[in-house]
């Protein structure tokens, strides 16, 4: 097997079809990784987080062809002696979900040959940090390391993310939700109709990108997010990434987003992308006018039963278990975050002190 470490952009684009058939592999929910461990999220994240830094793919290669895949970039640079310690993690620790190693079959010897080329290459770090589902095939490579890696690992903070699992047959699911949350989702649906032509759009086609963009910032500078400095406009690198995000998103089949327009005035939006049958929820917003119609839970509930005929049997919130999330599941997924130490002066002094954070909290 050969490791290739790639930082030229030609090289990377030449990976798009080994890359999402090694997502593919593990693609599922919950425990395994989501369409933004995928080419065209990685694509989006070079071209506005990454502009002018140093990134690296390390891709491994048998007889067969590509194997592995491990993109990674500098979250800190180790600069000297006396210098905080290098911190070397996935593209996916800039913004990312259910991430995880894309790793033909699974197998913990391409991860450590993919980790040792890192080693041995990539210079300016002490740490690798990273985050695995609780329970996936990622986590369970990392049982499978050597020791002389393995043991280097140490488990850091988790956090949970609520996520929606629904059965083939829709009925099921919707008599299955709490009835006061479905009278009330409908109730909040017939109060919209009767003030003006209520229109639902859901958005795939790429020649729709800029129209669903235009009306999702106005909707995000009318919203409460505003005001709050949380919002999409209030946020450039943010903007950045979602304008690169979609059409690589929309080019690759993955964009699933919606709108609900009322008389032609856009007041929630859905943004969106999915894979293998799976829509991860990336941002929603309403106009803060309409908040007493709860449009933007209306606009969900809409969109689900608009996205089950398409395959899509599961919609993952991401992000934290708040309560307007909550109200429509009671599953969960954890993610786990992990740092894998160098055995540098800095790494070894960095994993002490993880070491001794960790053993003060549990005192």
């Not at 990377?12 to 593990?26: G, H, I, K, S, Y």
């Not at 259910?98 to 033909?104: D, Y």
Request: charge should be neutral; aromatic fraction near 10%.
């Amino acid at each position: 097997m050969q490791v290739e470490l790639i930082c030229d952009r030609p090289a990377f684009d030449q990976l798009r079809e080994d890359w999402n058939r090694l997502l593919a592999e593990d693609c599922t929910a919950p425990f395994g990784m989501d369409v933004t461990s995928g080419f065209e999220w990685a694509s989006a994240l070079l071209d506005s987080f990454l502009i002018g830094k140093d990134w690296y793919v390390a891709v491994a290669r048998d007889q067969t062809g590509v194997t592995g895949i491990l993109p990674v970039c500098h979250r800190t640079r180790a600069t000297g002696i006396f210098s905080a310690p290098g911190i070397l993690s996935p593209i996916t620790s800039l913004h990312g979900g259910r991430n995880g190693f894309l790793i033909r079959n699974g197998e913990p010897e391409i991860l450590r040959q993919l980790i040792e080329s890192l080693f041995e290459r990539v210079p300016g770090w002490d740490l690798f940090g990273f985050n695995v589902v609780s329970g996936s095939r990622s986590e369970q490579m990392l049982a499978g390391l050597p020791k002389d890696i393995g043991s280097s690992i140490r488990r850091q903070d988790s956090k949970s993310s609520p996520i929606l699992l629904m059965p083939e047959d829709i009925e099921t699911w919707i008599a299955s939700m709490k009835p006061s949350l479905r009278q009330g989702l409908n109730r909040h649906k017939r109060q919209l109709e009767n003030l003006g032509s209520l229109r639902f759009e859901l958005l795939q086609d790429p020649a729709d990108v800029p129209r669903y963009y235009e009306a999702m910032m106005y909707i995000e500078r009318n919203s409460w997010k505003q005001a709050a400095g949380t919002s999409i406009s209030c946020k450039p690198e943010q903007d950045r990434f979602y304008q690169a995000l979609l059409p690589h998103a929309a080019g690759g089949r993955q964009w699933l987003s919606a709108l609900l327009t009322l008389d032609d005035e856009p007041i929630a939006h859905r943004l969106s992308i999915a894979c293998h049958g799976v829509a991860l929820g990336l941002k929603t917003s309403y106009v803060e006018a309409m908040k007493k119609y709860s449009p933007a839970s209306v606009l969900q509930w809409m969109y689900l039963q608009h996205v089950h005929p398409l395959g899509i049997r599961c919609f993952d919130f991401s992000g934290e278990t708040e309560s307007h999330k909550m109200q429509w599941t009671d599953e969960i997924y954890r993610l786990t975050g992990m740092r894998l130490y160098r055995l540098t002066a800095h790494g070894r002094l960095a994993r002490l002190r993880n070491q001794m954070a960790q053993f003060k909290q549990r005192t």
